[in-house]
């Protein structure tokens, strides 16, 4: 059963900000448990870590090798990735060349394959190219202009925005 209205229990209990004060310290301190764990359980750097009982001696120099620990393990994991980012590239262009050697089908499966720039197809947007599609503004009426629909057929009017026209 609730306290009476006006109560400082009731203002106690029925308080958001303090609710929302205690949901958030405690999902904020079971993401740095679960990171900490996670970072223990999977650095290959574990043994360079400073022993738990240098905290309450020398805080401050424990933080600062348990920080260059982490950067190493940073480190290590960004090359990683970066080198399986690479090696599958070099596998995709591999296989490319392959095809292309032997003569077979250079569509692949449902047309996803490595393509230079010059097979891309579509309009799409080059880097530092204008977009596809959008011509030269008429001197026809006020916001009237000429553009490409998704069919490729030119179409001039007022373009619409969110079905409302501007």
Not at 8 to 16: A, G
Not at 30 to 39: E, N, P, Q, S
Not at 76 to 92: A, I
Not at 133 to 140: N, T
């Amino acid at each position: 059963m609730m306290p009476a209205e006006g109560s400082w229990m009731f203002s106690f209990l029925t308080n958001r900000l303090l609710h929302v004060w205690i949901t958030l310290s405690i999902l904020v301190s079971l993401v740095l448990f679960i990171w900490i764990g996670d970072f223990l359980h999977n650095t290959p750097f574990a043994h360079l870590l400073p022993p738990n009982s240098m905290f309450l001696a020398h805080p401050a120099t424990y933080l600062r090798r348990y920080a260059e620990v982490y950067q190493m393990h940073v480190d290590h994991v960004s090359q990683e990735t970066g080198e399986r980012r690479r090696q599958k590239v070099e596998d995709v262009r591999k296989r490319s060349e392959f095809r292309k050697a032997h003569g077979l089908d250079d569509g692949g499966f449902g047309g996803w394959t490595a393509k230079s720039d010059a097979e891309v197809m579509g309009p799409g947007m080059k880097e530092g190219g204008e977009v596809a599609g959008l011509a030269e503004v008429r001197g026809g009426g006020a916001g009237e202009q000429e553009y490409v629909d998704f069919e490729g057929k030119p179409v001039v009017g007022r373009k619409k925005w969110k079905w409302v026209e501007r």
